[in-house]
């Protein structure tokens, strides 16, 4: 494996869990802003959001990290209803 190969590797096995982790965070969120759970948004149509990472980079301040997230137009998606 070529040194550039190592540091590919290094990067996905660094990148995994923090994307792992990031998932769990976002199905949390999801349950916790289930419609049902807030009475004003019972009878509101759904939102359905898209997004892609963009970026990633550590947070100075914990030690955890800041994403930035691209957020896709609805006309700009395959989402189907």
Same mark, same amino acid.
């Given at each position: 494996?070529?040194?550039?190969?190592?540091?590919?590797?290094?990067?996905?096995?660094?990148?995994?869990?923090?994307?792992?982790?990031?998932?769990?965070?976002?199905?949390?969120?999801?349950?916790?802003?289930?419609?049902?759970?807030? !009475? @004003?948004?019972?009878?509101?149509?759904?939102? /359905? %959001?898209?997004? =892609?990472?963009?970026?990633?980079?550590?947070? !100075? @301040?914990?030690?955890?990290?800041?994403?930035? /997230? %691209?957020?896709? =137009?609805?006309?700009?998606?395959?989402?189907?209803?």
């Amino acid at each position: 494996m070529t040194a550039s190969d190592e540091q590919i590797l290094d990067a996905i096995t660094d990148l995994t869990p923090k994307l792992l982790t990031t998932l769990e965070a976002f199905e949390q969120l999801r349950q916790n802003m289930d419609p049902s759970r807030i !009475p @004003e948004l019972r009878e509101a149509d759904p939102i /359905f %959001l898209v997004a =892609e990472v963009k970026w990633k980079r550590p947070d !100075p @301040e914990t030690e955890g990290f800041q994403s930035g /997230f %691209l957020i896709f =137009e609805s006309d700009d998606t395959d989402i189907q209803r």
